[in-house]
C-alpha cells in the first residue's frame, strides 16, 4: 500500500449522537489500511460514547495509529509523543486527565518498550486487537499501563462495528474496505510481516456486506485494501475456492457502486482471473499499483521478491494487452545492501521501460529483525540520496507526460470534494488523477462527463460536457 501523509480523522459525529462527554482524537500515520483502521477504531469507540474531534485540546483521549515501514515514521511517532506528555503534564495541573494511546505497527513492534520510553502514555495497541479498544480503555482508566500486541485468537472484523450509516456518509463518496491484511512474502527489506502478522482473508460474505452497507450509505467508489492484496483468497458462494478476480466481479454485481480499486498486489499473485477482471469489468478502474522495488535481477533476488525485472516487465505486458488504457504505479527502494551503480542503472532501464503514471519512491531504510539488516554492503547516505533524486526525477518526468496525455481526452469524473474556488469541485479520474472542475448543476458524487483541458504537476483541470 502506499503512504499518505499523516491525517487526522475526523469522524463526523451521527445525528442523535451525543455531543456531551467524551472526546477522541486520532492522528493517522502511514498506509491506507491505517486510515480504514482508524475508522474503524473511531466507530468502536462511538458506540462507547466518544465523540470524535479535530481539535486536539478538547480530545479526552488522543490515539496516534503508527506506522513503522521505515526508520523516520517512528521517529515522528516519539516527538509526537514528547508534545503530548507536556500536554499531559499541563492538564494535570488543572485537573484534567488525558489518555494517550499508540496504536498501529509502532504499537506492534515495540510493545512495551513503548511505555519505557513514553512514560506518558496510557496503552499500546496492536493492530490486531482494535476490537478490544473500549475494554483496554476502561483498565487504563483504572490505572493500569495496558500493552495488546498478541495476535487475537478471535476475528476482530467479527467484532468492529460494521461502518454506520450516517458516519459513512459523511466520510464521502469513496472508501477503504480492508478485504486481506498481512504478509507471507517475507521481502528482506520489510517489517510488515512481523507487524501485521501472517496473512488473512476476509470471507467473502462478510466483504460483500460491508460494501453493500457503505454503498447503501451513498459511496460510489470502494477501494479494496491488503498489503498482498492479490493474494486474497476464500471460499466463494459456489463452493470453489475464489481469487481476488472473482471478488471483484461479485462486488461489481453491487448496484449503485460505480467504481472499484485494489492496493497493493505483488507481482507473483497476479493471476489469469485478476488479469481477466481487467478486462471485464468496466467498474474496475484502470490503474494498477504494482510495486517492483528494483529492476536489478541481483537486488530482486537480495529482497526476496521472486521474480526478475523481465517477469515482471512480461506481467505488466501481458495487463496491458488486456487493458491498454492501464496506469501503471509502483514502489522503489535504493540503496539496498549491496546495490552498486550497475543495478541502479537496471533500475532507470526498468522505468523507462514500463512507463509508470505515478510511483512512491524511498531510500533504503534498516528496519531492525529483518533479514536486510543483517546483509553486508550498506549504502552510504549521501549515495542513496543522489540515486532517489534522479530515480524521482524520472518517475516525476513520466508522471508529467502520463498527465501531459490525458488532455483532450473525454473521462467519466468522479466528483468527491468541494475545490479551492467556489463553485469549484474536485474528483478523480480513472487513473487517480485529482481533477478540478467548474461543476455547477453538479453534486458530490455524481460521476459526470468531461473533457481534460490541461495538466498542473498534480492535478488536471477539465470542463464538463454532457453526457
Ligand atoms: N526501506 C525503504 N522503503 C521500504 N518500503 C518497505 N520497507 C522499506 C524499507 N525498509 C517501501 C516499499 C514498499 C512501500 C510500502 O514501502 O517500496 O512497497
Ligand atoms: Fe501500513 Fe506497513 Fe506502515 Fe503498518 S508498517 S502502517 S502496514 S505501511
Redesign the pocket.
Known amino acids: 500500500?502506499?503512504?499518505q501523509a499523516p491525517t487526522l480523522t475526523v469522524a463526523p459525529v451521527a445525528p442523535g449522537e451525543a455531543t456531551a462527554g467524551r472526546k477522541v482524537f486520532v492522528k493517522t500515520y502511514g498506509?491506507q489500511m491505517n486510515v480504514y483502521d482508524s475508522d474503524r477504531m473511531t466507530d468502536t469507540l462511538a458506540r462507547d460514547g466518544y465523540q470524535t474531534t479535530d481539535v486536539l485540546e478538547e480530545a479526552d483521549l488522543v490515539l496516534l495509529n503508527t506506522c513503522h515501514?521505515?526508520?523516520k515514521a517512528a521517529e515522528k511517532v516519539y516527538s509526537e509523543l514528547g508534545r503530548l506528555r507536556d500536554m499531559k503534564k499541563a492538564r494535570a495541573k488543572d485537573g484534567r486527565a488525558l489518555t494517550i494511546g499508540v496504536t498501529g505497527c509502532v504499537a506492534q513492534a515495540e510493545g512495551a518498550e513503548i511505555l519505557r520510553r513514553a512514560p506518558a502514555v496510557d496503552l499500546v495497541v496492536g493492530p490486531q486487537t482494535y476490537h478490544r479498544l473500549p475494554a483496554m480503555l476502561k483498565r487504563a482508566k483504572s490505572g493500569e499501563r495496558v500493552v495488546e500486541t498478541e495476535y487475537a485468537i478471535e476475528d476482530k472484523f467479527e467484532h468492529l462495528p460494521a461502518p454506520d450509516r450516517a458516519r459513512t456518509r459523511a466520510r464521502g463518496v469513496t472508501a477503504f474496505l480492508t478485504v486481506q491484511e498481512g504478509c507471507d512474502k517475507f521481502?528482506t527489506?520489510?517489517?510488515?510481516p512481523y507487524t501485521r502478522g501472517a496473512e488473512v482473508s476476509r470471507p467473502v460474505a462478510q466483504i460483500v456486506a460491508e460494501a453493500e452497507r457503505l454503498v447503501a450509505a451513498g459511496v460510489r467508489e470502494i477501494t479494496l485494501l491488503g498489503q498482498n492484496v492479490n493474494a486474497w483468497h476464500g471460499a466463494g458462494p459456489d463452493g470453489g475456492e475464489w481469487g481476488l478476480g472473482n471478488l471483484l466481479r461479485r462486488l461489481s454485481q453491487i448496484e449503485g457502486l460505480a467504481r472499484l480499486r485494489y492496493t497493493?498486489s505483488h507481482p507473483r499473485d497476479m493471476d489469469e482471473s485478476l488479469i481477466a477482471a481487467h478486462r471485464d469489468l468496466p467498474k474496475l478502474m484502470p490503474y494498477l499499483h504494482l510495486?517492483v522495488?528494483t529492476g536489478s535481477d541481483r537486488i530482486l533476488k537480495a529482497m526476496n521478491r521472486r521474480h526478475t525485472a523481465a517477469e515482471y516487465i512480461a506481467l505488466i505486458e501481458r495487463i496491458r494487452a488486456v487493458q491498454p488504457d492501464l496506469a501503471i504505479s509502483g514502489?522503489?527502494?535504493v540503496g539496498?545492501p549491496g546495490e552498486t551503480d550497475e543495478d541502479f542503472e537496471d533500475t532507470l532501464r526498468l522505468v523507462e521501460t514500463v512507463g509508470y503514471a505515478q510511483a512512491?519512491?524511498?531510500?533504503?531504510?534498516?528496519?531492525p529483525g529483518?533479514p536486510?539488516a543483517q546483509m553486508d554492503g550498506h549504502v552510504a547516505e549521501a549515495v542513496k540520496a543522489e540515486r532517489l533524486e534522479r530515480l524521482q526525477d524520472l518517475l516525476f518526468r513520466q508522471q508529467r507526460a502520463f498527465a501531459a496525455g490525458c488532455i483532450g481526452r473525454g473521462i467519466d469524473l468522479l466528483l468527491e470534494k468541494p475545490g479551492r474556488m467556489p463553485g469549484q469541485l474536485v474528483g478523480r479520474s480513472p487513473w487517480l488523477q485529482p481533477v478540478n472542475i467548474d461543476a455547477k448543476g453538479s453534486e458530490i458524487g455524481d460521476i459526470i462527463r468531461v473533457r481534460i483541458t490541461d495538466a498542473g504537476p498534480n492535478s488536471l483541470f477539465a470542463e464538463a460536457t454532457g453526457a
Not at 189 to 192: D, I, L, N
Open positions: 500500500m502506499s503512504e498506509c515501514i521505515r526508520e521481502c527489506f520489510c517489517v510488515v497493493t510495486p522495488q514502489d522503489f527502494i539496498f512512491f519512491s524511498f531510500k533504503y531504510s534498516i528496519r529483518t536486510g
